[in-house]
C-alpha cells in the first residue's frame, strides 16, 4: 500500500506515548496502534482531526503518499 503513516515520528517528536495520546483523543491503543504501524485500511475524518488537534501537525504530518515506480 502507498499510504505511510508517520504517526510514530510525530509521537516521539511530541514526546508522547500512543497511551497519552489514546486517553486524550479517545481512541483505542489498539485502533491507534493499527494506524501507527500502517495496517489501517481507513480512517475516518474525525478520527484525523482529532489526532492532528492534539498533536497540533497536519494530516500530511502523519500521512504520506509513497509514488510506486514500475
Partial sequence: MPIITKLNNVLLKRHMSLTELSEKVD???ANLSILK??????IRFST???ICKELKCKP???LDYKTIIV
Fill in 27 to 29: 481512541i483505542t491503543i
Fill in 37 to 42: 504501524n500502517g495496517k489501517a485500511k481507513a
Fill in 48 to 50: 484525523l482531526e482529532a
Fill in 60 to 62: 500530511g504530518d502523519i
